[in-house]
T-cell receptor, first 110, second 114 residues
Framework: RKEVEQDPGPFNVPEGATVAFNCTYS??????FFWYRQDCRKEPKLLMS???SGNEDGRFTAQLNRASQYISLLIRDSKLSDSATYLC???????????FGSGTKLNVKP | NAGVTQTPKFQVLKTGQSMTLQCAQD?????MYWYRQDPGMGLRLIYY???????DKGEVPNGYNVSRLNKREFSLRLESAAPSQTSVYFC?????????????FGSGTRLTVV
């Protein structure tokens, strides 16, 4: 079983739409959680950390559900520039390792 | 501030050739990592170095060796390249401690083994 699982998509949405991605993780010892964004043929870049109480950064909202072992990312008022692959990442503190999901592809269309 | 620098950006090797991918970071991070990314597979950890002087295997270490030369530099060596090692390789680093610190990635090395 993979440590982190994501729906690969693609999610095809019109500009201005709200879209949500979920990600599940298998290890309850996971300590830290992140969403990364990866543009085509580029390196992943940190989009936002995910806090236990949930957190928001502009149009982006991240949520963590430890009981069900999933995290989510909500994007409101989608822009063309949001088109990218979104990677879910979890960190196991004791092992100093990060595990990546395979990514969810988002296409925002005019 | 350069962040994480990888060289080369592109490389074509013949089967059986060897090469070393270089990675350097200037953020004073303790931990450094090598990942490979293949279509549909996501990022998979090859080796990591929690601190200077230590290295550990990740998920897919076979066919690779690493050297943590100093705090700044972490190199990945392919001793005898195989077509299965065709991939995009990313180096990353992270600061010490727990908390909400993610990775910083280099821009990647696109390797093709023919």
């Amino acid at each position: 079983r993979k440590e982190v699982e994501q729906d690969p998509g693609p999610f095809n949405v019109p500009e201005g739409a709200t879209v949500a991605f979920n990600c599940t993780y298998s290890n309850s010892a996971s300590q830290s959680f992140f969403w990364y964004r990866q543009d085509c043929r580029k390196e992943p870049k940190l989009l936002m950390s995910v806090y236990s109480s949930g957190n928001e950064d502009g149009r982006f909202t991240a949520q963590l559900n430890r009981a069900s072992q999933y995290i989510s990312l909500l994007i409101r008022d989608s822009k063309l520039s949001d088109s990218a692959t979104y990677l879910c990442v979890v960190r196991l503190y004791n092992f100093n390792k990060f595990y990546f999901g395979s990514g969810t592809k988002l296409n925002v269309k005019p | 501030n350069a962040g994480v620098t990888q060289t080369p950006k592109f490389q074509v090797l013949k089967t059986g050739q060897s090469m070393t991918l270089q990675c350097a970071q200037d953020m004073n991070h303790n931990s450094m990592y090598w990942y490979r990314q293949d279509p549909g597979m996501g990022l998979r950890l090859i080796y990591y170095s929690a601190s200077e002087g230590t290295t550990d295997k990740g998920e897919v270490p076979n066919g690779y060796n690493v050297s943590r030369l100093n705090k700044r530099e972490f190199s990945l060596r392919l001793e005898s390249a195989a077509p299965s090692q065709t991939s995009v390789y990313f180096c990353a680093s992270s600061p010490p401690g727990t908390g909400f610190y993610g990775y910083t990635f280099g821009s990647g090395t696109r390797l093709t083994v023919v």
